[in-house]
C-alpha cells in the first residue's frame, strides 16, 4: 500500500509556530514544548473527568428534580449546541486565532456546570448542559489548531497520543468518585467541584498560546487583531449553517425520543435543515469518499458512531442477559482505556509513521471484529469475559484511527484552514453518534428490546430478546468494516 505522502502545510511560516527542523530531537515535553503540552493535556483530561462523571451524577439529579421524562434531554441539549460551538470555533479560530475561542469555550463550559450544580428545575438543568455543550464545541477545536499552529508535524502523533492518554484515568476514576460523591454529598458537587479544575490548565496554557499560536494565520503571534485582513468578520453563511445543523440535529433527536405518528412533522423539519447544512460543513465530496482530506472526515465518523453506538448497548446486554451487576458491567468495558491510549502511542512512533495507512486498515478491522464479537455473550456458553477481551481489542483499534485521523487532518489542511477543517472532523464524529445510535436504537426496540430491563435477568441471565441485540451490533460491525475500506482512500493522487 502506498503510503500518505505528508504534504508542505506551511507551518513554518505559521506565526508562533515551530518549523519542522526547529528544535530537532526534542520532544512534547522538552523545554521548549512542556508548559503548553502540560497545559493542553490538562484542558483535555478536565473534559474527559466531565464526561465520565457528570454521566454518574446524571440519573440521580434527573430523578431529585422531577424530571425522568426530560432525561434524554440532557444529553442532546449538550449535542445540539456543541456542534455550533464547533464552527463557531472554526471560524474563531480560522479569523483571529484559537486563543479566544479557547478561554471562551473554558469559560462557557464551567458557566455550563455552575448553572447545572445550581438548578431548581430540570430545563434549568438542560439549560447549563446546553451551555457546557457550547463551550466543548469551542474547546475541542480551539485545541486542534492550537496543536496545527505550536507543534512541528513530526511531534503532532505525539500529542494526540497524549490527548487519548488523557482519558485513561478518569474512564476509570471518574465514575466510581462521582458515584462516592454523589452519595455522601450529593449530586450537585459533582457538578460545582468540576469548575475549580478550569484554573490549572488556564493557569499553564494560556501564556503559552498567547506567544506560540495566537492571532490569524500570517499575523505576530500576539498581534493585535485587525491589523490584516485574516482578522475578518465571520463568514455569515457558515454561521446560518451552524444554527442550520444544530436545530435540524435537535428536533430529530425530539422525533426519535417521541416515537408518535405526529413526531414525524419535527423529524422532516430537522432533517430539511441538516441535510445540506452537513453538505455545507464538511468537506466536498465526504459522503462518496473522495480520496484525501473528505476520506479522512468520513472515516472519522464511521469509526466513532459505528464502536459508540455499539458501546452503549454492551452494560445494558451483560446487566438483562446474562446477570451481571451494572458495576461489573461497566468494569468489562474499562480496559479499553488503556489499551485505547495504547493505540495512540503506537501510531505516535515515528517508525510507523510510513505505514500509517495500514495500521488504520488494521484498527478498522479490529474495531469490526469487536464490535461483532460482543453478541457471541448472548449464547450462554461463551464467557462473560469475551466481551472484556474483545472490547480491548476494539479500542486499540480505535486508539490507531482515531489519533490517525486527526493527524492527517492536520497534514492536508493549509494554516488558514485548520479551523474550519477541524470542525468538520469533529461534526462527521458527533453526528454519526447521534444518527448511528438513533438506527441502533430503532432496530433494538422493533425487535422487542423496549421490554427489557434489569428485571428480566435471572441468576443466569436472560436471552428472551437476543435478537434485539444482535440487529444493534451486527449492523455496527458492518459499518465499521466498510471504514476498512475507507483507509485506502486516504492518500490523495
Not at 420 to 428: D, E, H, R, T, V
Amino acid at each position: 500500500m502506498t503510503v500518505l505522502e505528508p504534504r508542505d502545510t506551511g507551518v513554518t511560516d505559521v506565526p508562533g509556530g515551530v518549523g519542522s527542523g526547529e528544535d530537532a530531537g526534542e520532544g512534547v515535553l522538552s523545554r521548549a514544548h512542556r508548559s503548553l503540552s502540560v497545559g493542553i493535556v490538562s484542558v483535555v483530561l478536565l473534559i474527559a473527568f466531565e464526561a465520565t462523571a457528570v454521566g454518574t451524577a446524571m440519573p440521580v439529579a434527573a430523578r431529585e428534580l422531577h424530571g425522568v421524562s426530560l432525561y434524554a434531554f440532557a444529553f442532546s441539549g449538550y449535542f445540539t449546541t456543541s456542534l455550533f460551538g464547533m464552527v463557531l470555533a472554526g471560524q474563531w479560530s480560522d479569523r483571529r486565532g484559537p486563543l479566544g475561542s479557547l478561554t471562551g469555550g473554558i469559560g462557557a463550559f464551567a458557566a455550563g456546570l455552575v448553572l447545572a450544580g445550581t438548578a431548581g428545575s430540570m430545563w434549568v438543568f438542560i439549560a447549563g448542559r446546553a451551555v457546557q455543550g457550547l463551550g466543548g464545541g469551542l474547546v475541542i477545536v480551539a485545541l486542534y489548531v492550537v496543536v496545527g499552529r505550536a507543534y512541528p508535524e513530526r511531534l503532532r502523533p505525539s500529542i494526540m497520543a497524549a490527548f487519548a492518554a488523557a482519558w485513561v484515568v478518569p474512564s476509570v476514576v471518574g465514575p466510581l468518585a462521582s458515584g462516592a460523591v454523589t452519595e455522601h454529598l450529593g449530586w450537585r458537587w459533582v457538578f460545582l467541584g468540576i469548575p475549580v479544575l478550569v484554573v490549572f490548565p488556564l493557569l499553564i496554557a494560556l501564556p503559552q498560546i498567547r506567544g506560540r499560536a495566537s492571532g490569524p494565520v500570517g499575523e505576530p503571534a500576539g498581534g493585535t487583531v485587525g491589523e490584516t485582513s485574516a482578522g475578518a468578520s465571520f463568514d455569515p453563511r457558515r454561521i446560518r449553517l451552524a444554527l442550520g445543523i444544530s436545530l435540524g440535529a435537535g428536533l430529530l433527536q425530539y422525533a426519535a425520543q417521541d416515537l408518535r405518528w405526529l413526531s414525524l412533522l419535527p423529524g422532516a423539519a430537522g432533517a430539511t435543515l441538516l441535510v445540506p447544512a452537513v453538505r455545507g460543513l464538511l468537506p466536498h465530496g465526504t459522503w462518496r469518499a473522495a480520496r484525501g482530506l473528505p476520506s479522512v472526515v468520513l472515516l472519522r465518523g464511521v469509526a466513532a458512531g459505528s464502536f459508540i453506538a455499539a458501546e452503549s448497548f454492551v452494560p445494558l446486554m451483560l446487566v438483562t442477559q446474562r446477570g451481571l451487576s451494572p458495576t461489573l458491567a461497566g468494569f468489562s468495558l474499562a480496559a479499553g482505556g488503556g489499551t485505547w491510549a495504547l493505540g495512540s502511542w503506537v501510531q505516535s512512533r515515528p517508525r510507523v509513521a510510513p505505514y500509517r495507512e495500514r495500521l488504520m486498515t488494521l484498527g478498522m478491522v479490529l474495531v469490526a471484529a469487536a464490535i461483532a464479537a460482543a453478541p457471541s455473550v448472548l449464547v450462554h456458553a461463551v464467557p462473560v469475559w469475551t466481551v472484556a477481551v474483545a472490547w480491548g481489542f476494539g479500542c486499540f483499534g480505535m486508539g490507531l484511527v482515531i489519533a490517525s485521523t486527526s493527524v492527517l487532518l492536520l497534514q492536508l489542511s493549509a494554516p488558514e484552514e485548520a479551523g474550519a477543517n477541524s470542525a468538520a472532523l469533529q461534526i462527521s464524529d458527533a453526528l454519526s453518534n447521534v444518527l448511528l445510535l438513533a438506527a441502533g436504537g430503532a432496530a433494538f426496540v422493533a425487535l422487542g428490546g423496549g421490554t427489557v430491563t434489569h428485571a428480566t435477568a435471572t441468576a443466569g441471565g436472560s436471552t428472551a430478546h437476543p435478537a434485539a441485540f444482535a440487529a444493534v451490533f451486527l449492523p455496527m460491525a458492518g459499518v465499521a468494516l466498510a471504514g476498512a475500506w475507507v483507509t485506502r482512500r486516504l492518500r490523495e493522487r
